[in-house]
């Protein structure tokens, strides 16, 4: 079974960035796409981004894109989300998570095929 354990959340001010980790143990992620989700307080979770198995297909949230990036590095078995101009609406609880499935839509919009979750990391926007 796939372990997800997400980092680099915390307190930054409006216009400031974080990246976030998401490392994955007991197996390899090379199989897997992956997403970012969050969830704010009082809110359904939500797609921020996903990225294919191969990096080659990425999906950003609207209110997202031209801000973040997700990339990945299979050799280190991480995933990253770049969050540059961060908002206070960006504040919630940020999950990553891995699903053997190739449409990175259907896994961001939908939350389809996700096989794993990691446990969260807060992320909070404020002056």
């Known amino acids: 079974q796939l372990q997800l354990v997400e980092s680099g959340g915390g307190l930054v001010q409006p216009g400031g960035s974080l990246r976030l980790s998401c490392a994955a143990s007991r197996s390899t992620l090379d199989n897997y796409a992956i997403g970012w989700f969050r969830q704010a307080p009082g809110k359904g979770r939500e797609g921020v981004s996903c990225i294919s198995k191969n990096g080659g297909s990425t999906w950003y949230g609207d209110s997202v894109k031209g801000r973040f990036t997700i990339s990945r590095d299979n050799a280190k078995n991480t995933v990253y989300l770049q969050m540059n101009n961060l908002k206070p609406e960006d504040t919630a609880v940020y999950y990553c998570?891995?699903?053997?499935?190739?449409?990175?839509?259907?896994?961001?919009?939908?939350?389809?095929?996700?096989?794993?979750w990691g446990q969260g990391t807060q992320v909070t926007v404020s002056s």
């Open positions: 998570a891995a699903g053997p499935i190739m449409s990175v839509q259907l896994m961001c919009l939908w939350q389809r095929g996700i096989s794993s």
